[in-house]
């Protein structure tokens, strides 16, 4: 079982940035690819960018690419969403997920384990 908490949420204005963290439990966070999500007001969940156990291979939406930036520290059981110039349509809840394996999954249904959000809003 993992246990997942985001942090790091907030308000910002376009084109400032924001650091998400999931901070995940259990001794073998290494084991686990971990991602990040999103879900907008109306809106469908929608898959941001992941990371391998490793830390040594990532996935990123194409809209978000370039932009955002995940890493892990293991040694610190947290993986971060470096998130640069944001815009309004930015504005989410965003989610971290883990599941067991090796490679960066982008699409929800293959992560079991999910935190309970942190609130992004990008004012214009």
């Known amino acids: 079982q993992v246990q997942l908490v985001e942090s790091g949420g907030g308000l910002v204005q376009a084109g400032g940035s924001l650091r998400l963290s999931c901070a995940a439990s259990g001794r073998t966070f290494n084991s686990y690819t971990t991602g990040w999500f999103r879900q907008a007001p109306g809106k469908g969940r929608e898959f941001v960018a992941a990371i391998s156990g490793s830390g040594g291979s990532t996935s990123y939406a194409a809209s978000m690419k370039g932009r955002f930036t995940i890493s892990r520290d293991n040694a610190k059981n947290t993986v971060y969403l470096q998130m640069n110039s944001l815009k309004p349509e930015d504005t989410a809840v965003y989610y971290c997920?883990?599941?067991?394996?090796?490679?960066?999954?982008?699409?929800?249904?293959?992560?079991?384990?999910w935190g309970q959000g942190t609130q992004v809003t990008v004012s214009s």
């Open positions: 997920a883990s599941a067991y394996g090796s490679a960066p999954f982008t699409t929800g249904v293959q992560y079991p384990y």
